[in-house]
């Protein structure tokens, strides 16, 4: 008769026999320094004890499989975050699956179900809402995570990786104002993301540090998409004092300011300045060319698999919360306002 198998230890149970919660096993497991020494040896010696393994631990071989999961794949962002995972991840032999959840909860149950029946070895979660039981699911499945853009405060007990959103809404607010624009209209992202947030906030900076009052009928909402920016452009430009330039949140929203403008037959930048965010393949591309905020897209996706993998293979990580650098490319939507000499 064949012996029973004996269950796979949990961190949960770990945790529930050490004393302490789960996400501090998770520390201890990740590398993390923050964790008191006697509760990390405690901790250690358990995993020892009741013979812990990690997923995907098989004993010095790669990781075999990585989920890449996004809210949806309609968006140009999103392959190019795909593009730099791909490269990470056939350079040292994973595998990627890619699924989108639509931020609904069925689709996320579904797909933790598959998760647990593929066995992949890590995820990366794009503009993810990691929350206390997602994150539960996730480390019951002995599954290292890291998040790219998250939503909200980034959680600290989670590797995060990001870009410089505050600094990029920054110096393209402050290019604005050195070509001579005061009217700066900012189309923004969806208020829930850290990223959308941190690039609103820089515009207000850039405002503020040179003594303009930041004028809410010039802050519009966006979708981060085409449609968003086209109507926030018609709104900015049916009204009474419009703007002098407009600096989106991100390039798609950033054409369909482009579209408004061109419906009412105003020029590019003769008679209107536009700055977008992210330098996506589009933006050399339009007519005239984009001056944008470059974000490292495929950067983040590769690092993510990076940190993925030290996790998995029990290595630690410099920082739980990485924020790549990023770059005001200038190309011909911007110009300085007719009559006013540029600082």
């Known amino acids: ?204 900076a850039g405002l503020e540090t040179a003594g303009l009052d930041v004028d809410d009928d010039l802050v519009v909402p966006g979708e981060f998409d085409y449609e968003s920016g086209f109507r926030a452009g018609e709104h900015l430009f049916g009204l009474a004092e419009p703007p002098t330039a407009v600096f989106s949140a991100s390039d798609q929203m950033t054409l369909g300011v482009y579209e408004a403008l061109r419906r009412r037959g105003l020029r590019v930048p003769a008679d209107v300045s536009v700055i977008g965010f992210d330098d996506l393949p589009e933006a050399r591309w339009a007519s005239p060319p984009l001056t944008t905020v470059r974000q490292p897209l495929a950067e983040m996706g590769r690092l993510a698999v990076r940190t993925v993998h030290r996790l998995v293979s029990g290595e630690s990580i410099e920082s739980p919360r990485v924020e790549l650098a990023t770059e005001l490319v200038v190309r011909d939507s911007t110009a300085a306002v007719p009559g006013a000499p540029a600082e």
């Open 1 to 204: 008769m064949a012996d029973t198998p004996t269950p796979a230890v949990t961190i949960s149970a770990i945790a529930e026999e050490a004393g302490v919660s789960a996400p501090t096993v998770s520390r201890v497991l990740n590398g993390r320094g923050d964790v008191a020494p006697a509760t990390r040896e405690r901790i250690e010696s358990l995993l020892r004890a009741r013979g812990y393994r990690r997923r995907g631990s098989r004993g010095g071989e790669m990781v075999g499989l990585l989920d890449l999961v996004f809210n949806d794949l309609d968006s140009p962002w999103a392959v190019e975050i795909i593009r730099g995972v791909e490269d990470a991840a056939h350079a040292v032999g994973s595998g990627i699956v890619v699924s989108a959840i639509h931020r609904r909860a069925s689709s996320t149950r579904q797909w933790l179900q598959n998760v647990r029946s593929r066995t992949s070895d890590g995820a990366i979660l794009v503009t993810t809402d990691l929350d206390s039981s997602l994150r539960a699911e996730l480390e019951d499945l002995h599954m290292p995570s890291v998040v790219i853009d998250p939503v909200g405060v980034p959680d600290l007990a989670v590797p995060t990786i990001g870009a410089t959103n505050w600094a990029g809404g920054l110096s393209a607010t402050d290019y604005l104002i050195s070509l001579g624009h005061r009217r700066i209209a900012f189309v923004a992202g969806r208020p829930e993301l850290w990223c959308s947030r941190a690039r609103l906030d820089g515009y207000r």
